[in-house]
T-cell receptor
Framework: GQQLNQSPQSMFIQEGEDVSMNCTSS?????WLWYKQEPGEGPVLLIA?????ELTSNGRLTAQFGITRKDSFLNISASIPSDVGIYFC?????????????FGQGTILTVHP | ETGVTQSPTHLIKTRGQQVTLRCSSQ?????VSWYQQALGQGPQFIFQ???????GRGNFPPRFSGLQFPNYSSELNVNALELDDSALYLC?????????????FGPGTRLTVT
């Protein structure tokens, strides 16, 4: 089955630093989504990517859909304490698997003020 | 615009019992997907409901079942609860007829099986 490997598993950074995380797959995905989850809450959609090579920004967040369609990257610039949380990548293949998002294991981000 | 809501927030059940979790989709959305999130893991797809029918299922046994109602809300039922069913259960709504595959999640129901 489809597997997503997300790295790093955790990051401890100082406020103001930039953050990079990535997600790789053994299979091709047609859509990549990035979510953030805070304690006691459901995942919140940050960015959606639909085309290989696509680069999309949402404020200080920038994500890219890898050209091989097997990977995606998320960057956070000038981190702030409220960026703390777990970041998940999720891939969607489509076709008969409509609706099934495959999630990575998550990257735990801690920001020290 | 009303977001995805789930009830109850928390639930404690005994092994062997049955449980029903509820989800109201975001306004304008016609599809509901259910996910199980174990502690420290990413969400795992259980199944999706569209037009009141199951439309796609993950690697979960038949004791996990669901319903979708005409107002697009949905229920997840789990029979014969096992200790490993303890998890956060998330529902996500989406608009299937659009070109977007974005799914929007509710806050989840925390199920503890003792």
């Amino acid at each position: 089955g489809q597997q997503l490997n997300q790295s790093p598993q955790s990051m401890f950074i100082q406020e103001g630093e930039d953050v990079s995380m990535n997600c790789t797959s053994s299979s091709i995905f047609n859509t990549w989504l990035w979510y953030k989850q805070e304690p006691g809450e459901g995942p919140v959609l940050l960015i959606a990517l639909y085309k290989a090579g696509e680069l999309t920004s949402n404020g200080r967040l920038t994500a890219q859909f890898g050209i091989t369609r097997k990977d995606s990257f998320l960057n956070i610039s000038a981190s702030i304490p409220s960026d703390v949380g777990i970041y998940f990548c999720a891939g969607f293949f489509g076709g008969t698997s409509y609706g099934k998002l495959t999630f990575g294991q998550g990257t735990i981000l801690t920001v020290h003020p | 615009e009303t977001g995805v809501t789930q009830s109850p927030t928390h639930l404690i059940k005994t092994r062997g019992q049955q449980v029903t979790l509820r989800c109201s989709s975001q306004s304008g959305h016609n599809t509901v997907s259910w996910y199980q999130q174990a502690l420290g893991q990413g969400p795992q797809f259980i199944f999706q409901y569209y037009r009141e029918e199951e439309n796609g299922r993950g690697n979960f046994p038949p004791r996990f079942s669901g319903l979708q109602f005409p107002n697009y809300s949905s229920e997840l039922n789990v029979n014969a609860l096992e200790l490993d069913d303890s998890a956060l259960y998330l529902c996500a709504s989406s608009q299937r007829d659009s070109l977007s595959y974005e799914q929007y999640f509710g806050p989840g129901t925390r199920l503890t099986v003792t």
